[in-house]
């Protein structure tokens, strides 16, 4: 695993450039990439989220494209649309900006649902079907999508299968007074993001992911990676828990953690450092629970305290 730990460190530090003091938020970015899932990036305006979604791009060297979601916006400004060609006198396929490496879906909760509903397909099958036809997206394909989760009006709150098709959700937060400091200094004459280029390439993408594929996780630790995801959908204060996808995001994602730590086996400390950013967003709190301002990490919490970790030798 040291190539795939190698791969993390050139990412990191390039990435660290630009987004000052968000280490554990770019691990989870860098996971999900390798898990080649999808990641949303919930925070308050100007933490840096699109700055993020960028400096990303711009390190992997693949093709980027950005969708800036509005109330407006069509299920053909995402995917594309058939022209007829009037000189061939059939109809031709224009794609659409989903047909990106890495796409960035900025304020994709300002979307109508049908709009939204027209990045399922390609989030869960890598293909998006337009008039009949299926056209297979690039590869690696990852989305980032980026939301604010107090600017309610004007907003549609992403469904429940969409939120499932998102890997891990990324919080940023506020910057401490030592890293603002350091941003202030950085964008003084320019944009440190303006000095950055490729670090990787979409073949060492891909060839990490395979390589994540390979670490290995001991029957102990799968169930307990099953046992946890099975505590959300029977607890009092959740009324929809975690689906099977759920589980397997979990599974991949600490396999990804492991890798970039440069084991070759995943610990049941990868599974407790990745639940809340895995399974929180797929779970709905009841009405009642909401009432007493109980939230969906405080119940993965409560789950993880409850549920004995296991023991025992996890290498293979």
């Known amino acids: 695993m040291t190539d795939v ?3 993390g460190e050139t990412l990191f530090a390039n990435l660290e450039k ?4 968000k280490r554990s938020a770019l691990e989870l970015i860098i996971t999900g990439l390798l898990c080649q899932g999808h990641v949303l990036i919930e925070d308050v305006p100007g ?3 699109t700055i993020m979604a960028r400096t990303l791009a711009k390190s992997l060297g693949c093709s980027f494209n950005r969708l800036q979601f509005t109330p407006d ?3 053909s400004d995402v995917t594309g649309v058939s022209i007829f060609n009037q000189e061939l006198r059939k109809f031709e396929f224009r794609p659409g900006p989903i047909f990106g490496q890495v796409v960035l879906a900025d304020e994709i909760n300002r979307a109508t649902p049908k709009t939204q509903a027209a990045l399922l397909e390609a989030m869960d099958e890598r293909q998006v079907t337009v008039d009949g036809a299926t056209h297979a997206l690039p590869s690696p ?6 939301q604010n989760p107090i600017e309610y009006e004007g907003t549609f709150p992403l469904p429940e299968a969409q939120l499932d098709r998102f890997l891990v959700r990324v919080r940023l937060g506020y910057p401490s007074m ?3 400091i350091v941003v202030l200094e950085q964008q003084q004459l320019r944009h440190p993001i303006q000095d950055i280029g490729a670090v990787i390439d979409a073949e060492q993408v891909l060839a990490a992911a395979e390589a994540v594929k390979t670490v290995f996780v001991a029957p102990t630790v799968k169930r307990y990676i099953i046992e946890l995801v099975h505590r959300t959908r029977s607890h009092s204060d959740i009324y929809l828990g975690a689906s099977p996808r759920g589980s397997l995001g979990l599974f991949r994602a600490a396999q990804a953690r492991a890798a970039l730590s440069g084991r070759a086996h995943v610990l049941p400390d990868d599974i407790k450092a990745l639940a809340q950013a895995v399974l929180a967003h797929r779970i709905i709190v009841n009405p009642a629970a909401r009432l007493r301002e ?3 990490e405080r119940i993965i919490q409560e789950i993880m305290l409850a549920v004995p970790v296991p023991g025992g030798t996890f290498a293979a």
């Open 5 to 7: 730990k190698s791969f």
């Open 18 to 21: 630009v987004v000052v003091g």
């Open 47 to 49: 933490v840096g989220k």
């Open 73 to 75: 916006m069509l299920p």
């Open 141 to 146: 394909f990852i989305v980032l999508a980026t």
């Open 178 to 180: 030592l890293d603002e």
């Open 294 to 296: 109980v939230t969906a």
